[in-house]
T-cell receptor, first 114, second 112 residues
Framework: KAGVTQTPRYLIKTRGQQVTLSCSPI?????VSWYQQTPGQGLQFLFE???????NKGNFPGRFSGRQFSNSRSEMNVSTLELGDSALYLC?????????????FGQGTRLTVV | AQSVAQPEDQVNVAEGNPLTVKCTYS????PFWYVQYPNRGLQFLLK??????LVKGSYGFEAEFNKSQTSFHLKKPSALVSDSALYFC????????????FGTGTRLKVLA
């Protein structure tokens, strides 16, 4: 069974640009969550999608958005990039979301904003 | 505030010795442990559901759950050099979102 695939693995963007990151979850998983990992803030929840609907959103500005397609693949978009958006962005998939459900993480997309 | 605490930024242990990585939390939910190797995502190690307070997980790891102290310490009887990595304790927030709340991570260094 293929794991969670995130593309691209590495990105370098300039301040003010926008970027789209992609995540293909494990087949059959309907829940996709996104997390931002930085040395200063650690792992922070961005949002979660389930069956094409955003169910939850973390405390991030509106420049961060996402969507999920009917095949459960998800994209995350960041507009008007700032230097502080440099981070490892992790996607996690699970069959559903409950207090006991473990998530399966992709290798992440390393975004560098210059 | 809901939080997950990993009090040690780094733990050093000699190969073959037992290891413990500590986690306490003030989040309503069940705790999990994940491991991250360099330039990789997070890998699930184990989780507490209900029942035995000693949970067995992947790669010989286990975790001790203490309800009164809301702690979930990660343990391994005999550390390997290959266990060197970044370990995260996390709790699913059951207040509505089921998002993970992560600790700050503990870097484990196993010395040969």
């Amino acid at each position: 069974k293929a794991g969670v695939t995130q593309t691209p693995r590495y990105l370098i963007k300039t301040r003010g640009q926008q970027v789209t990151l992609s995540c293909s979850p494990i087949s059959g998983h309907r829940s996709v969550s996104w997390y931002q990992q930085t040395p200063g803030q650690g792992l922070q929840f961005l949002f979660e999608y389930f069956s094409e609907t955003q169910r939850n959103k973390g405390n991030f500005p509106g420049r961060f958005s996402g969507r999920q397609f009917s095949n459960s693949r998800s994209e995350m978009n960041v507009s008007t990039l700032e230097l502080g958006d440099s981070a490892l962005y992790l996607c996690a998939s699970s069959p559903a979301t409950s207090r006991n459900t473990e998530a399966f993480f992709g290798q992440g997309t390393r975004l560098t904003v210059v | 505030a809901q939080s997950v605490a990993q009090p040690e930024d780094q733990v050093n242990v000699a190969e073959g010795n037992p290891l413990t990585v500590k986690c306490t939390y003030s989040v309503s939910g069940n705790p999990f442990w994940y491991v991250q190797y360099p330039n990789r995502g997070l890998q699930f190690l184990l989780k507490y559901i209900t029942g035995d307070n000693l949970v067995k997980g992947s790669y010989g790891f286990e975790a001790e759950f203490n309800k009164s102290q809301t702690s979930f310490h990660l343990k391994k009887p005999s550390a390997l050099v290959s266990d060197s990595a970044l370990y995260f304790c996390a709790v699913r927030d059951t207040s509505g979102t089921y998002k993970y709340i992560f600790g700050t991570g503990t870097r484990l260094k196993v010395l040969a």
